[in-house]
């Protein structure tokens, strides 16, 4: 028979229903079982899960009925088929049980179970709920878990203090009459059920009486509690579940502010030791006060930068006296994230520091002729931090509490961190090379910054954005008279009428740009003139110029070359038609005074491998006499015609180079490995000079090995396997 309450009493028929798509539920009555029992469905031997029994004692029932129960059956390996029966395979008599086909909620065959188990209630929920946390809940299981501890819980108490941790914890101060203390599982509620540790202390307040008392604890969820949605969290005691309350008019603590209250109570919280000590580190947390100043031991840190540099890290330079080695770590934190710096940073000598402090009293143990005080690391980033999101050094102590060095970084470009860094180094120290090694070249190579791109533009004469051929000039930062490639692009009868794209910084078009205006318009050119942001080079230009433009063939030209003679133009095009139009075609580039500067990039081998080499550089012209065509290994962007689809599939340039010579070398490598040759035309020619991006002596030579080594960690796999070309000249 089956009572109206909706649970069977006949010891022959159980009710379920699924708690999620993983864990049934199901309850009747019967003789005694152990906690755990193999239960077989349907009558089949694969269909076996082992089953969580929690059972009461029925007051008026037969033996063979004398117990309530509620089986928690995981389904993760059962079929999907209806269910029918269900075995309990208990020591003697096994019981066979019909599966009520009657459709119930969970909630429904809870409220029967209540009503059956009467004053046992309390002890069955709290059965069911402490199986149903069993192992690693999923939300939709917590969900349930949460709902059933709110009909299972009591109010003992309120939190009347909150405030959120840079870590993540939460910080909670209130009272209650039955708090655990120590480490505790408990269920928080802001939005949603959160499962958290709770690690918590009393503390002394004169205001409760004797059947209250101060309660203070750290939590820490299995995801981010949000402490302005906190509604209450509940927590098992002694004799079931309670719930303690947000006060309606809780104090939030601003996080910083956070440390220093858990300070205010310290003196008054009881608790074992290894419970006080996690809150007294809590009390000692990052406040935003530089605490390594305070410090009463021969321990001092100095910031000489620091930079945020987009889509990579942060870059830090600094100097830390610590004579008798009492630091253990150094860490860079910036919200929940943690890296350890003292075990990546490249050392540098400071004799300035050493001078500072040499004749301080607390710093006698300092060796004079010891200066390698200085530091400089990369600290890769997972999130970029907001600015107004606190960032600052640890520094873990022997024997004592961390101190703390707050970091106020600026946000910087890498080319603009690394002009910075860079002159100041020693190319032949030892320095330079480690900072290439372990800072600068990660750095690069982490490196995602956005692409550079357009914030306006002007057009000049009747400018065709859809013509079959348009010409793209890319210009830096450097330039400093762009009107001489405006005038003989103006001068040359083919160029003159092409559409032509100029693009290059904001910063330096806006000094030039009326020039620019009135130079295009004399000469009756059609162009349009690109301001852009984040250019560093004229490739990034480039970048910005092929977007301006919708032209299938595109000729991209860097500013710093000129034509060597009039009516180079069309026989570049014309070649590379020939060759299908779905090439790479390049001229030779020349210095000023006739010598080789560019004429094909080719793999060249030895006993090492092989590598790519610009094998012509600084020959006089007249060794490229019999030169012909040839496919060579790489191109150049500095003065090419391609296809803009060719440009488009890879992406365009990529990011992670300082300077434009392996960032277009990269390019043409791409260009190869997604099917575009490159090829050489030697009779074309036109001029171009070296460009250094800054005046300073050590830059050119670590730039240039820097941008080596982020070349070499991308492609030298890849070099020593492409297939050589003939050369062109014997």
Known sequence: MTEPSGMPL??????????????????????????TIDVFLNGQSDAKVQASIISWRRADGPLEAAYGFVALLPMQNVSQRRLKTALFKAPGQPGEYRIESRSQGLESILSAVAEQSGSAFATVIDGV?????????????????AALVRIAARSNGFIEVLGGLEEGDIYIQGWSSNFPTGRTRVIAIDEGPVLAELTSAEFVRDDLGEHATGVTGLMTGDTRINPNKLQRVYFRGRDGWFSIEVYQQRVLVALPDVPAHIRSVLDRVKAPDNILEQIRMAAHRFDGRDTVSELDR????????????EGSGILVSGWMLDPDLAVETVMLRVGGEAVRIDDRWTRQSRPDVTNAFVNDPMFSGLNPARNSHGFLVFCPLEDIPASDQPVY?????????????????TRASARQALSRVLP???????????SIERQFGPMLQNMTAQSPFAIDTHDIGNFDEDAPVALIVGVDDTISDIGVTIALLGLDEVTRHLPIVIAGPAESFDQVGSDMMRLAAFYKLNVRIVFAEGVEDFCDALEVGVAATNSETIALVSAHILPHDTGWFEPLLAAYRKRGSK???????LFEDDSVRWAGTWIEGDVDGQYLSDRYV?????????????????????C????????????????????????????ALKLRMGGTASWWIPEIEVLGSEQSITSAPAWEELSHRLDRWAFDRRWSLVVSNLRSHNHAVD
């Open 10 to 35: 006949d010891g022959r028929t159980v009710v379920a229903a699924l708690v999620d798509d993983g864990l049934a539920l199901m309850a009747g009555v019967g003789a005694a079982m152990p906690a």
């Open 129 to 145: 709920i402490e199986a149903l946390l069993a192992g690693n809940p999923n939300m939709k299981r917590l969900r349930t878990v």
């Open 298 to 309: 021969p321990v001092r840190i100095g910031i000489d930068f620091s930079l945020v540099i």
């Open 393 to 409: 050094l640890e520094l873990s102590i022997s024997d004592a509490f961390p101190a703390y060095c707050p970091l106020n970084p």
């Open 424 to 434: 100041s180094l020693d190319p032949r120290s030892v320095t330079a090379s480690n």
């Open 583 to 589: 090439c790479v075609v390049c001229p030779t580039i």
């Open 618 to 638: 600084g020959y006089p012209r007249a060794v490229l006499a019999d030169a012909e065509p040839t496919e060579v290994s790489a191109g150049t962007p500095e």
């Open 640 to 667: 090419c015609v391609m296809p803009r689809k060719a440009f488009e599939d890879i992406n365009g340039f990529t990011r992670g180079y300082i300077g434009p010579s392996e960032k277009g070398l990269d390019l």
